[in-house]
Structure formats: C-alpha cells, structure tokens
DNA sequence: AGTATAAGCGGACAATGATCCACTTGTCAA
DNA sequence: TTGACAAGTGGATCATTGTCCGCTTATACT
C-alpha cells in the first residue's frame, strides 16, 4: 500500500526495477488524469475511456493497470490511508487510559473525518464494479484493517462490561453503516450531519449502564 | 404494487383499459421470458438483451416497459411482497399481546425467510443500476413500508424501556444489515445461518436487561 | 366501415466497460 | 553495439446498458 515513488526499503527499490520506465510514464500519466478529472467533474461522471484519453494511453493500457475505476481510486487514497491509521494509531498511544467505548469512538471519529475529506474517491472504490461483486466486496485491505481494529475494540468492551456479544459481526454490521450508499444515504436523505451520525453509531454499538 | 392482471377494484379495472391488448401481451412475454432464462441462468447472469431476445421484443420495448433489471425483478416479486405484508399483519394481530421486542423478532424472522425464498430476485432489485443511484437508493416501497414498521416498534420499544433511542436511525442501520450485499457477506464470507443473523441482529437492536 | 390519433414498436445507434492480439519498446547480457 | 525477449502498447472489437425516431398498430369516435 506504499507508493511506488517513495523508496522506503530494499523491497521497494527492487519493485521499482520491475517496472519500465515507459510503463511507470504511463501510470503517472493515468494517475495524474484521473485526478484532474476527478476534481473537474467528480468521480461518478467521469469514465475509463475519458481517463484514457486524457492521460494519452490506450484502452488496453488503462486497463492493464487498473481493472476499474475503484482500483484507480484506491491507488490515489492509498496515501490518505496511511496516513488515517498513522493518526488511529497516534490516537491510540495518546489516550491509552481511556476506556474502550472512547477509543471506538475516538476512532469512528478520525474515520468519519477522513471519509468526509476523500468522499468521492472512497465512493468510488466502493461503488466501483469490479469490487462490487457479491463474494468479493467489504474484503478490501481498509476494511480488513479497520474490522480487525473494531474487533479488538468490541472484545475489549466485552471483558470490561461482563457481556458476550459477538465482535466480528458487530463490526461488520458498524462497517456496513459507514460504507458510502449508506452513509450518504444518511447525509443526504435524513439530512444528519458527521456528528450526529457518530453519536447515534456510538448510542447503537456502545452499552450505557 | 397489485398485479395488473388481477382485477381488485375500479380504479385497477381503468387501469387496465389504458393498456393496449398488444402492449398487456409484450409484458406478459417478458415477464414469462425473464422468469424462464433467470430460473436457468441465474437473476444476475441474465442481460436485458436476452430477455428481450427471448420475450420476442426490440429493446426499446423492453426498456419502455422496465427501466432497468431492478424493475423487472421488482414487478416478479410484487405479489409476494405483498403476501410478506400479510403475513406480517396476521402475525402482529395474532400476537399482539407480545412484548414489542417479541414482535420485532417476529417480524425479522418473517422477512429473513421471504428474502431466502426470494434471494436473487431481491438482489436484482437491490443491485440494479436504476435503482441504485446514490440518492434514490433505499427508497423502494418494500424498503419504506418496513422501515415504518421498524419505526413504530422501535418507538414502542423506547416507550416500554424508558429509552430515549433515535428510531428512524436505527431502522435504517438494521435495513442496511438486511440487504443483499451485507446479508450475503455474512452467509457466505462469514458462514452464518439465516437464524444465526436474526439472532445477532436482535442482540444488537434489542436491549436486555 | 373509415378515420384520426395516441400508444407502442424495433432496431440502429451511442456510451461505457472491458478484452485481446499483433505490434512496439525497454532492458539486459554478450 | 547488437540481439533476444519479455514487458508493454493501442485500438479494433465485443458485450451490455440504454436512447430515440420513423414507422406501425390498437382504439375510440363518427
């Protein structure tokens, strides 16, 4: 999930050998194009074909690189994911004393922030096809990560408060609620803002005794 | 949302006279083509260009008729949603001394057994491009009309409990747990039984004390 | 029965997602 | 520098969704 101009370790450089020079040319290009038309017309309006054009490649050579949209999205976030479990991760080091109804929430709260700021593009890797087929979808590295984090939390709430709820499914269904058509759906439709959508989250999956 | 071929009241009778005998015939074909090649093939397998192919219609007929696959898979179910509704009535009559808890269980399990009956026509509709815009979704009749009774017994549930919970909210969440997407991850990525789901569903929306 | 008219038709066509194959190009070793 | 070869290319093509317009047909009225 790193990009691949930034040299971190020797794994990585190596990658960078694998890749052609032209190739790597035309992924700047790709990436670059998309994210011009993305901020020009929005994520939704704009298509493959468009994107190509663009960036001045092929059909075939998009395609080659990214089998949908949602995986061009992904490429441009991946950054911007890193960086929100960095901050998870900051904010979990700070507020170790906290208990683990605060920590889920402080967490929903960096996630809700981030999804505010890269709205667009998380819809698009969301809503995109081919991450949209039934088996395979909820299964991208952010959810896995992000799950795995909630199920830690949901265990830790089960210890402390004497109850036996299941974290996994809790998790999955919190997730669910966050994803983009659901989401938006309560944004748009039922017109509650971020706040409101974190406390009522947070009244749903948190026991007040 | 009554089958247009069955005759209730004056105002379906006028109904039906508006529609030419050549127009009622096409429909019925495609309604009978559609219902033949998604038994053999499968709801999602099957394009609306080999329904049309099948019904012995142009496309432009079909898309006349069905703005999209959603629709055609909708206009399959309608009697057995309304049967659903039935159902959901005579269980509340005949179990109206149930705690509202009791009853929303009632009615889950109710609603969970017709979506395993109807799986991959409910799909079709959930998963269909016109259907599916960001806005629009989550919008059917169907989803309406449960989220009004989700609605009045959570109410009912605030009420007894002496809660304070927001409703409209969490009908929407546990909606958004029931839809193919969510419901067929955990049947098939997290291998839970349809009694399994109902049980952590209630677990979740359901508070004991 | 004849006529008017609006509903309805189909298929050519466009847009988009997506594939694949003959050709091109970058890289590395000699 | 040259040659081999594998990575990479683009665009023709296909499948699907979806539109629209000139033509047809059903229906109601006289």
Redesign the pocket.
Known sequence: MLGSDEIVNGSEISQI???????????QRILYAALKLFEQYGVE????????NE???????????Y????ELCMDLIKDNIVQLFDDIETYLRDNCSFTPSQRLKGILNLFIRFRERKAQLITGVEE???TNSLKSRMRSPLYDELHQLLVELFDEMNATERTNFNSVFRADILLTALRSDSYLFQKDVRNYSPEMILEQLCALFILHK
Chains 1, 2 share one sequence.
């Open positions: 050998r694998l890749e052609r020079r032209d190739a790597a040319e035309n992924r309006q704009v298509s493959m074909n468009q994107i190509a960036a001045l490649v092929g059909p075939g050579t998009l395609y080659r690189r089998r949908s949209k949602g995109s096809s081919s």
